[in-house]
DNA sequence: GTGTGGATTATCT
DNA sequence: GATAATCCACACC
């Protein structure tokens, strides 16, 4: 059987999605084979009202096409001239929600993945972080508009069933954005090590899940 | 054509 | 904690 998530798991609101990615797993093939990890830490861009997102006010450019495709696009972008960031679009066709993935606790590849790197990493940093995750699993803008649901090289598996206690917190690096700099729109899971960003006392989710 | 700054990270103090 | 690294995309002329 495959645990492969559908079309119909992106289908819904980034505020969902990014929700339900928690505890899944993302698998990157590559010619060394496969690089995964499980999914800790994500966060939701609402849409064109969303003064934080790429596609604020409706703005599309070449740069964001991908948020405007059909769900289960990636994207892809880089940003502060050296680092890419990768995000699972959401909701239909033409509305440009997505999710950003910013951390993974890595699982397939560790090896691999360390050995792209200069300095000694612990196993648990690898990929804490949306530009060390996309470094480690080889993730650039090459990447940007294939389709998680059909892709060979990348996609998304469900996780096990497991109840995981999330937390709910303020986007990172939101600066200037009025209301939508402290908007509660990032979920990690409790007490992995992976988690980018951590709130100091981990309070449970307030918004609806 | 030019100027600005970023959904970040590594490395320094 | 502060800051350098590093460059593309975007906005505006």
Redesign the pocket.
């Known amino acids: 059987m495959s645990r492969r998530l559908g079309r119909t798991f992106y289908a819904r609101p980034s505020v969902e999605v990014a929700q339900a990615l928690l505890g899944t797993r993302l698998v990157r093939m590559t010619e060394s084979g496969r690089l995964s990890g499980i999914i800790v830490e994500t966060?939701a861009?609402i849409g064109p009202g969303d003064q934080?997102?790429?596609?604020a006010g409706g703005?599309r450019?070449?740069?964001?096409?991908s948020?405007y495709q059909r769900p289960g696009t990636c994207?892809v972008?880089?940003?502060?001239?050296?680092?890419h960031?990768m995000?699972v679009v959401c909701a239909e066709e033409g509305v440009p929600e997505?999710v950003?993935v910013?951390a993974l606790e890595p699982v397939e590849g560790i090896r691999r993945m360390q050995s792209m790197?200069?300095?000694e990493?612990k196993d648990e940093?690898l990929c804490?972080?949306?530009?060390?995750?996309c470094?480690s699993l080889q993730v650039d803008?090459k990447l940007d508009g294939d389709d998680f649901v059909s892709s060979d090289e990348i996609w998304i598996e469900a996780g096990p069933k497991a109840e995981l206690e999330i937390v709910n917190a303020p986007?990172?690096?939101?600066?200037?954005k009025g209301e939508w700099t402290l908007a509660p729109l990032r979920w990690y899971v409790k007490g992995s090590r992976s988690v980018?960003v951590r709130v100091a006392g981990d309070r449970r989710p307030s918004a609806r899940g």
Not at 61 to 65: L, Y
Not at 128 to 133: D, E, I, W
């Open positions: 966060e861009y934080a997102s790429h596609a703005r450019t070449s740069r964001n096409e948020m994207y972008y880089f940003t502060y001239g050296m680092h960031c995000n997505a950003l910013r790197r200069d300095a990493m940093d804490r972080g949306p530009g060390r995750l470094r803008r986007r990172i690096g939101i600066d200037g980018s």
